[in-house]
């Protein structure tokens, strides 16, 4: 369970979602880690597997967004 202490708060929210658990906005990390750990679908190497998906696909996502960011400020650099 260690790893869960190691996930942004973003990622437990949707793991926890993926889990089928309801997720309120005023949950604390803390709370979101003892939902997912009392999940009935709790079985610790696939939520550590499905986390690690989820973290990947969120840097994945940040990395795609950055890239864009930079092609269209060369595409504004060079309309000037």
Same mark, same amino acid.
Request: glycine residues 2%; proline residues 1%; aromatic residues 4%.
């Given at each position: 369970? @260690?790893?869960?202490?190691? @996930?942004?708060?973003?990622?437990?929210?949707?793991?926890?979602?993926?889990?089928?658990?309801?997720?309120?906005?005023?949950?604390?990390?803390?709370?979101?880690?003892?939902?997912?750990? @009392?999940?009935?679908?709790?079985?610790?190497?696939?939520?550590?597997?499905?986390?690690?998906?989820?973290?990947?696909?969120?840097?994945?996502?940040?990395?795609?967004?950055?890239?864009?960011?930079?092609?269209?400020?060369?595409?504004?650099?060079?309309?000037?």
């Amino acid at each position: 369970m @260690a790893f869960l202490g190691k @996930a942004r708060k973003e990622d437990l929210i949707i793991l926890a979602r993926e889990l089928g658990e309801e997720v309120t906005p005023d949950l604390k990390i803390i709370d979101l880690r003892n939902l997912i750990v @009392a999940s009935t679908n709790y079985e610790m190497e696939f939520v550590k597997e499905l986390l690690n998906t989820v973290i990947s696909e969120r840097t994945e996502e940040a990395e795609q967004r950055k890239l864009e960011l930079e092609i269209e400020e060369r595409r504004k650099r060079e309309e000037r």
